[in-house]
């Protein structure tokens, strides 16, 4: 089992910027696959950005390409998200994810998920 826990949420005005981080028990064979998802409400979950733990290879959805950044930090087991530039469109619960498979944007690519961290934008 992996356990992941989210902090860094909060709530911002239009043009801040904030940086989650998703701190995971162990990096295992479980845990290829790293990604950042959200939720708004009454939309589905949404794949923000992912990254393989061994290559570091990056994915992002076209509407933070140039705004958010994934990153890890191997030796302490975390997983960063930094959001620049944020819009009101961004407000939604994101979600630290990891997966064995291939590190791709969809939620079924993954195994294990955290509780989240609300994100609210403000114009």
């Known amino acids: 089992q992996v356990q992941l826990v989210e902090s860094g949420g909060g709530s911002v005005q239009a043009g801040g910027s904030l940086r989650l981080s998703c701190a995971a028990s162990?990096?295992?064979?479980?845990?290829?696959?790293m990604g950042w998802f959200r939720q708004a409400p009454g939309k589905e979950r949404e794949g923000v950005a992912s990254?393989?733990?061994?290559?570091?290879?990056?994915r992002y959805t076209d509407s933070v390409k140039g705004r958010f950044t994934i990153s890890q930090d191997n030796a302490k087991n975390t997983l960063y998200l930094q959001m620049n530039s944020l819009k009101p469109e961004d407000t939604a619960m994101y979600y630290c994810a990891a997966g064995g498979g291939l590190c791709g944007l969809g939620p079924s690519h993954y195994n294990y998920w955290g509780q989240g961290t609300q994100v609210t934008v403000s114009s």
């Open positions: 990254i393989s733990y061994r290559f570091g290879i990056t």
């Open positions: 162990r990096y295992t064979d479980s845990t290829y696959c």
